[in-house]
């Protein structure tokens, strides 16, 4: 898990930005920035690259490396307090609070502001870069990739679907934006594989995500990894979350993501709920939420 980087915020001098954003400048064309390249990349004299380096390497947030030359890098902390920084400076974000979350590929936090907010700090390629840059396709052109790259692109791609599909998808609402971070409102509920819905709530709900899909897929957007781990239910309803991996719907492979999204959520249901649903033609399903015909998988049964 990565440390919690607010507490050290009121710390930071002016200048300890400076020399973070030339780190991550650097960060651009090589994953060590080498230190005689600094001074240019932050605006500082060698004297007080020197002085912000080690200010901020006891504060964990760089790393330090000698190979051919003396390189620095950022750590997940350290791209994190220049994404709080900026919302700080924009007033989206007053203070940050307890997690909300953590998980592989993202850290959300509870966040104050007009009021409480969440934000997500994309984490995809820290700890398994090789195995991100296989899976993503906004990796796959580049050549030289960070994971300062990849998690900004994730976070620009989850973005971008929440804002064209609220509020008419039951999506959190999207906030503010920068790097590798959303700022979104919060939502109510719980994941969907911690419920035990009672029986005659069993088919409503998967009615309401499947509809939620088939809506997200009449405005452009196939969710391309949706599972019981990213729906929250809640007495007003199911609110869809997690949507770095969605891709448009001219996209070529968008169809074939949208039958899986569909086969993963019917497959948890009747893993969980066997008794309580009909049995359903699959396909049948598939081609109703693809063309926004959808109503419920009563209307499918085999």
Request: glycine share 6%; net charge negative.
């Amino acid at each position: 898990m990565v440390r919690n980087v607010a507490g050290v915020m009121t710390e930071l001098e002016p200048e300890d930005f400076y020399l973070l954003s030339g780190v991550e400048q650097g960060m651009r064309f090589s994953e060590w920035v080498n230190r005689g390249k600094l001074p240019d990349l932050s605006n500082l004299t060698a004297e007080e690259v020197e002085y912000r380096l080690d200010r901020c390497a006891t504060r964990g947030l760089i790393e330090r490396k000698t190979i051919q030359y003396e390189g620095y890098t950022l750590t997940a902390e350290g791209y994190d307090a220049l994404a709080l920084r900026t919302f700080s400076e924009r007033d989206t974000v007053e203070g940050v609070g307890a997690p909300l979350g953590v998980g592989k590929e993202s850290d959300v936090l509870e966040v104050q502001s007009y009021r409480p907010l969440a934000l997500k700090f994309h984490r995809e390629g820290y700890t398994d870069f090789r195995e991100v840059m296989r899976e993503r396709d906004y990796t796959s052109d580049n050549q030289h990739v960070s994971w300062l790259y990849t998690a900004r692109k994730a976070a620009e791609r989850e973005y971008e679907a929440l804002e064209s599909l609220y509020p008419d998808v039951s999506v959190p609402r999207p906030i503010d934006h920068n790097r590798h971070a959303i700022v979104m409102a919060k939502f109510e509920g719980i994941e969907l594989d911690r419920a035990k819905l009672p029986d005659e709530q069993v088919t409503g709900v998967l009615d309401l995500i499947l509809q939620e899909i088939a809506t997200a897929y009449d405005l452009g957007f196939v969710h391309a990894d949706m599972s019981e781990y990213n729906v929250a239910i809640s007495e007003s309803g199911v609110t869809v979350f997690d949507w770095p991996q969605s891709v448009p719907t001219d996209h070529e492979n968008a169809r074939e993501l949208l039958d899986r999204d569909v086969e993963n959520l019917l497959s948890y249901f009747n893993r969980k709920y066997p008794r309580n649903l009909p049995d359903v033609n699959v396909e049948s399903v598939n081609d109703s939420v693809a063309a926004g015909e959808f109503e419920s998988v009563r209307n499918h049964a085999s």
